[in-house]
């Protein structure tokens, strides 16, 4: 069934307070709940609707009478009190549940043993029956009991009241939170497990215990997660007054776990690859990730826990924004255009095809059909671009004002996006024109410009226009509100300064204090629009939509020789970046294009020069080199061609590694050499900036076949002393198909086999590989032991790991679809939400040509043809059908 955002209607009844008693057992786990419950409307009774899903209920009970079968009604997925009474009344319910047999990792589950939950989004119905709506905001105490010797540690939100033994080896621990909240950030976790102990004093002096629950034997690895959530809380504090507000605050690592982490008050619950962290067995990207969702999960406490949503359609009210958040911490905690240029490379290569294809979505979705499938790209880092462009438009401070204002007017309260947008808007007295449509419209607009230069009259003209693509649903447009930075170069690579700009023939002062600027943002916001700049003594070369102002598709005039000139001269680092991707992608849209007529390949040595001088560079930052050197991902370029050829792509941008790696030997020979370091493993930027650059230089080498490089890989995979160079030398070995690579894989798996994360790593490495036919491989991978199909991080690894090599999984045998459709159908037996997240490989199949759609449509229609298939997956499968 279809939900639509237009039928919003307000609760007919509210919730006071909860009570909850969870008697945990290995058979079955009873709970109760004794809710107050008022209507909303003083004097009216209608009938209350409870949700409730793969529930035995027990009984019901309102004012303490037990109802009569003839007073309520069950089905499958209610249950109905037809005439309550008038007034506040107190109801019961007891219900019998079964977490031990719950695959779904949704509601109450077991995993490793211990019982933990996840209730976000429409998880709560199934452990209780409950207005399962986060508008439904209420005081939770929880009673949880269970076996003394099983489950020795029990957690729930808040404070710990009381904790005590009862008969028969049980105990039990009494939690109260003192904050309202919906029961989507309800949870619970109790086995055996033990915590690393840390305190931080808040800025007002509260002293908050911090403590990170895992398995014993993976306490070590807790203490780079520990260092995460105490830089975390400071750095909120910090920068946006936001102090944490309760004593206690827990964390606790689940190897099962269907996403990374979820914001539980005082109660965060992770996937432990997002938590558990050595040198030894975790990458930098790994120490990277955890910083970020550590920060996330804790920002969420004031936009998410504090300030909720007032429905499911407003995810990204809490997401878009707690993105954002996460994103300028982690900017803050390292570099600043390395990670812009990550989260922009994301974007184009997740989020762009999402909107171009037949699931695109507004970040406020219209409609949706499981929630579930909603916790997407777009609602999280489109959303997070959006939340970026008021601060682009008002600067930090009137950010930071506008974030005041939204918690002056809101704490405690379930909102939405509107009211987010009024608060930076009225905060700032800002006009925001048609602002909003960033919510309603989905797809990406494409913006185009081209300049001129008028010598005598000394001006120089940007002419804008824009068009948003239609999408499924939203056939025709309106014009965006657009913020562009951007900043003029004279001659010698400088920024130009500016006075002022003229806008539909006024001219309007862009001075700062009466001085000039050398970057400024333009509003864009009709289809076709033409800023002049006035005194603009020499030709100049524009550097727009600078540090990436808004999620968009951009073309410009810019000759050749400009792209060079930005690439070497441009203040602002990102649009350097850039400007070196602009030339990578138009170089490598030409090679495809000579490689389907079946002419010779050959790389421009202009290219290959300015990578040459970028890597030379040593005043340039080394992880910004890293990223300047790396040719755009093969799905950007599928993406931007009108059929896309798989096959091309992948031998265009093979052809293009290896010659540049031909051509730039010696100096990548001796990056690699230079940037070796025997000293201890230390995440900081500098380091983990030598690292990547050593990295990035030996991936290159490996495209060569030689035995010089080969006795170098070897030597790399032997001395490592930490993962991130251990496994860039275990890739750059199985890059190339024998008996070395088997070799190594295998000592790789003995070394570490008992280490879940790394094993996890393995399995990717290889199933993410180009190998030629190497469907067989991921299938016998499989069935390897340490293989369960019951873990999301297996699954995510191997499954969604070969769905990243577009050679093998758009082989055009069609063996690659036929293998993920038959995971997808298995996979929905078990866990639908996690089979719906691996059919979306399938949604962008009219891209391709034609047998290659008939082979991945059969593959749809097969899964369609299903028995019993989740609506989850119902949902994709069935749009990417119709779309
Ligand atoms: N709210 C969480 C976060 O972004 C993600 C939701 C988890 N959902 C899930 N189905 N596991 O931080
Ligand atoms: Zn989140």
Known sequence: KEIFLKDYKLPDYYFDTVDLKFSLGEEKTIVSSKITVFPRVEGSSPPLVLDGHDLKLISVKVNSEELKDKDFHVDSRHLTISSPPTGTFSLEIVTEIYPQKNTSLEGLYKSSGNFCTQC????????????????????????????????PVLLSNGNLIEQGDLEGGKHFALWEDPFKKPCYLFALV????????????TR???????????????????????????AAMKWDEDVFGLEYDLDLFNIVAVPDFDMGAMENKSLNIFNSKLVLASPETA?????????????HEYFHNWTGNRVTCRDWFQLSLKEGLTVFRDQEFSSDMGSRTVKRIADVSRLRNYQFPQDAGPMAHPVRPHSYIKMDNFYTVTVYEKGAEVVRMYKTLMGSQGFRKGMNLYFKRHDGQAVTCEDFFAAMRDANDADFANFLQWYSQAGTPLVKVTSSYNAEARTFSLKFSQEVPPTPGQPVKEPMFIPVALGLLDSAGKDMPLFSVYHDGILKSITSNNQPVYSTVLRVTKKEEEFVFPNIIEQPVPSILRGYSAPIRFESDLSESDLFFLLAHDSDEFNRWEAGQILARKLMLSLVADFQQKKPLAL?????????????????????????????????IMDMMEVADPDAVHAVRSFMRKQIAAELKAEFLTTVENNRSSEEYVFNHPNMARRALKNVALAYLASLEDEEITKLELHEYRTATN?????????????????MRDEVLADFYNKWQHDFLVVNKWFALQAMSDIPGNVENVRNLFNHP???????????????????????FHAKDGSGYQFLGEMVVQLDKINPRVASRRVSAFSRWRRYDETRQTLAKAQLEMIMSTNGLSENVFEIASKSLAA
Not at 190 to 195: D, R, W
Not at 786 to 808: E, H, Q, T
């Open 120 to 151: 976000e989004a429409e998880g709560f119905r199934k452990i209780t029956f409950y207005q399962d709506r986060p508008d439904i905001m209420a005081k939770y105490s929880c009673w949880v009991e269970g076996d003394k010797s099983l489950y």
């Open 190 to 201: 109790a086995g055996q497990l033990e915590s690393r102990d840390d305190i931080f004093v």
């Open 204 to 230: 007002s002096g509260r002293k908050v215990s911090l403590r990170i629950w895992t398995p014993a034997q993976d306490l070590p690895k807790t203490a780079h997660a520990m260092f995460a959530l105490k």
């Open 283 to 295: 990458s930098d990207a790994d120490y990277a990730a955890i910083l970020g969702v550590i920060g």
């Open 604 to 636: 421009n040595p202009k290219f290959v020069h300015g990578l040459r001088s970028i890597l030379c560079d040593s005043s340039l930052d080394k992880e910004f080199i890293a990223k300047a050197i790396t040719l755009p991902g093969e799905g950007e």
């Open 723 to 739: 993962m991130t160079e251990q496994f860039a030398a275990l890739a750059a070995i199985a890059h190339n198909p024998g008996k």
């Open 786 to 808: 340490a293989f369960d199909l019951r873990n999301p991080n297996n699954v995510y690894s191997l499954i969604g790991g070969f769905c990243g090599s577009p050679v093998n």
